[in-house]
């Protein structure tokens, strides 16, 4: 029978997965409002800027094609700014305002962590209201998918379209703590993030594994203006919030008949960090969703195909719905 992990053991293990950082290939065209106009920033370029949001300040990047609905990113579990890979955030960035952010007292931005996901779309929201924004597409991954999710439920007048990515509803299949398969990465790897990366993102496949290394190398160039690790309070602040969000009970599913808008499903078909099953439980209760469920692919299937996300996801939010 498989031992589970000490919750300690996993909440330290885990802050390795905060420590890789960014690399760009693809310039974006926009500067943020009030800087010298023509300036180009990529994903190794952008400046981290702060803002006030509701008494909390916040740390964020927006740079890409100005006008129209900006795309804003909710990141994965003990993540920052510089865990995005450039190749997905510059691919969108071509053709779209970005909007990359710290969620409260994650890496540069200050204030308390919260411990409920309820608490961290509530900075979301706070920091939209702050940039001014009326509307904008929300993309998630893994935890930012469920803070995605619950930000979309709480102010709907603020979201038009919604992509979740490597996701899970309330009270979903294996989310009430760690997946067995997941703490088995993280015990094996304790220690070699790189490697940490590769177990969990992609699969054993040959194939997949290049992918990975491939995915490695687009994270290690941005050598100014980093986003600094997350510190030790951050880990046991979003397993917990990860366990209430995961805690089986009836009708844990309902929430999602009120979410309208047009969302996109996306999983990877071994994903041992959030089963696939759940990406279809999303797809079977959302109104108006649709799946994608990437092939040979682990957690990290976006980082596997970028070039196919970015076009998919893409051709996602110009559709007529």
């Not at 952008?46 to 803002?51: C, D, L, M």
């Not at 609905?69 to 909710?74: A, S, T």
């Not at 979301?124 to 929300?138: F, G, P, T, V």
């Amino acid at each position: 029978m498989r031992k589970t992990m000490p919750i300690s053991m996993v909440r330290a293990r885990m802050l390795a997965l905060a420590t890789v950082a960014a690399f760009a290939t693809t310039p974006s065209y926009a500067a943020e409002p009030g800087q010298k106009q023509g300036t180009v920033y990529t994903h190794q370029t952008a400046p981290t800027r702060f803002i006030n949001a509701s008494g909390t300040k916040l740390a964020y990047r927006r740079f890409g094609k100005p006008g129209g609905v900006p795309l804003v990113f909710f990141q994965h579990f003990v993540g920052n700014m510089d865990n995005w890979d450039p190749a997905v955030i510059d691919g969108f960035a071509r053709n779209r305002e970005v909007i990359l952010f710290d969620n409260a007292g994650v890496a540069s931005s200050e204030g308390d962590v919260p411990n409920t996901v309820e608490g961290m779309a509530g900075h979301a929201i706070d920091l939209l209201n702050a940039l001014d924004i009326k509307k904008a597409d929300l993309l998630g991954f893994s935890l930012g998918s469920l803070v995605a999710q619950e930000v979309t439920a709480e102010r709907p007048e603020l979201v038009r379209h919604l992509v979740l990515v490597g996701s899970g509803p309330r009270g979903g299949a294996g989310m009430a703590t760690l997946t067995p398969e997941f703490q088995e990465m993280i015990k094996k790897d304790s220690g070699n993030n790189d490697q940490l990366l590769l177990d969990v993102f992609f699969t054993q496949s040959a194939a997949s594994r290049a992918a990975g290394h491939e995915f490695l190398d687009r994270l290690h160039a941005r050598s100014r203006d980093r986003d600094p690790d997350v510190n030790e309070k951050v880990a046991p602040a979003q397993v917990a919030a990860f366990a209430a969000w995961g805690a089986p009970h009836a009708n844990a599913n309902a929430y999602l008949r009120n979410i309208t808008q047009p969302v996109l499903v996306v999983s990877g078909n071994h994903d041992i960090v959030h089963y696939p099953v759940n990406s279809f439980t999303l797809e079977e209760n959302l109104p108006n969703a649709q799946l994608i469920l990437y092939p040979d692919s682990s957690h990290g299937a976006q980082y596997q195909y970028p070039k196919r996300f970015v076009a998919d996801v893409t051709a996602f939010l110009n559709r007529e719905h």
